[in-house]
């Protein structure tokens, strides 16, 4: 059955640090998602991305936070400046076609901590 | 702005006995509603999924939710729990708007703890 990816699935890196987060969504699908989840708290939607471009974000996702889609596979979250703050488990999602809506298939998650 | 109330931050049930999952959803339209399950250390799995059509849906590993537009409610239910059920459960809803205008909203959670 055919899941979305996420690579890595632990991240450790220092306040100030860049980092991009990895996502292979499902081949087929057409939309995708970033949401974030810190620890003990309720997932939270990050940012969309359809047709090449951010359909939608949140308050949450600010200049810090880039999203990309560099080849026809792959599909990345960068935070440029990393802070404490942004340690959080972060999902990656993707649905298929439109017309008739979806659900949205979620990949096992990558934890960021940063120190 | 649409969201999610889970009222119960934890419940504890006996292995065996019936499961009710409370979940409120405030939004001017249509919702579309979704049960998503996460295990320790794990992804979100989906359970079931409400868009239109008969109320009371079915999902994987024997749970079924009812949407009750007039309560703006969406229960997640299961008539005989397994220890293997807990987890953390998350109610969602979405807009469905075109153009992927549709990141979802949750709720904050119900931890289910299974007692023996």
């Known amino acids: 059955e055919p899941e979305v990816t996420q690579t890595p699935s632990h991240q450790v890196t220092q306040m100030g640090q860049e980092v991009i987060l990895r996502c292979v969504p499902i081949?087929?699908?057409?939309?995708f998602y970033w949401y974030r989840q810190i620890l003990g708290q309720k997932v939270e939607f990050l940012v969309s991305?359809?047709?090449?471009?951010?359909?939608?974000k949140s308050e949450i996702f600010d200049d810090q936070f880039s999203v990309e889609r560099p080849d026809g596979s792959n599909f990345t979250l960068k935070i440029r400046s990393t802070k404490l703050e942004d340690s959080a488990m972060y999902f990656c999602?993707?649905?298929?076609?439109?017309?008739?809506?979806?659900?949205?298939?979620f990949g096992p998650g990558t934890r960021l901590t940063v120190l | 702005a649409q969201s999610v109330t889970q009222p119960d931050i934890h419940i504890t049930v006996s292995e065996g006995a019936s499961l009710e999952l409370r979940c409120n959803y405030s939004?001017?339209?249509?919702?579309?509603l979704f049960w998503y399950v996460q295990s320790p250390g794990q992804g979100l799995q989906l359970l079931l999924k409400?868009?239109?059509?008969?109320?009371l849906v079915q999902g994987i590993k024997g749970f079924e939710a009812e949407f009750k537009r007039s309560q703006s409610s969406f229960n997640l239910r299961k008539p005989s729990v397994h220890w293997s059920d807990a987890a953390e459960y998350f109610c969602?809803?979405?807009?469905?708007?075109?153009?992927?205008?549709?990141?979802?909203?949750f709720g904050k959670g119900t931890h289910l703890i299974i007692q023996p």
């Open positions: 999602a993707s649905r298929a076609r439109a017309g008739v809506y979806n659900e949205q298939f």
């Open positions: 081949s087929n699908h057409l939309y």
């Open positions: 991305f359809y047709n090449n471009e951010i359909s939608e």
């Open positions: 939004y001017g339209a249509t919702p579309y």
């Open positions: 409400y868009f239109s059509g008969d109320t």
């Open positions: 969602a809803v979405g807009r469905g708007e075109g153009g992927g205008a549709d990141g979802l909203t």
